[in-house]
């Protein structure tokens, strides 16, 4: 898994972000009612609702973009040791 991980994480990243719509801060946009339908309207998929889709952009995000996303990549990189120690030598 620890080899895989850079390429899905890579993966995911062009998955979430080849939109061109940026996502709301939060879900205090669905305080205000012309906020809430302009979201609504632009955000939702004929598969999930916009509230649904922001949670699931959330998670997303967790996953590829935060600190935590970050310390994860480099523990997923290094736990084994270097790479070049780590693997075995491709024979021709």
Excluded: N
């Excluded at 939109?19 to 598969?47: C, K, N, S």
């Amino acid at each position: 898994m620890h080899e895989s991980h850079s390429q899905i994480i890579d993966a995911l990243r062009e998955l979430v972000r080849c939109g061109h719509l940026p996502d709301a801060a939060d879900i205090t946009v669905m305080h205000d009612p012309v906020l809430r339908q302009q979201f609504e309207t632009y955000w939702q998929t004929p598969q999930l609702a916009a509230v649904e889709r922001m949670k699931l952009y959330k998670l997303a995000w967790d996953l590829i973009g935060s600190e935590f996303a970050g310390r994860h990549q480099q523990y997923e990189k290094f736990y084994a040791g270097a790479s070049f120690i780590v693997r075995k030598p491709q024979l021709p």
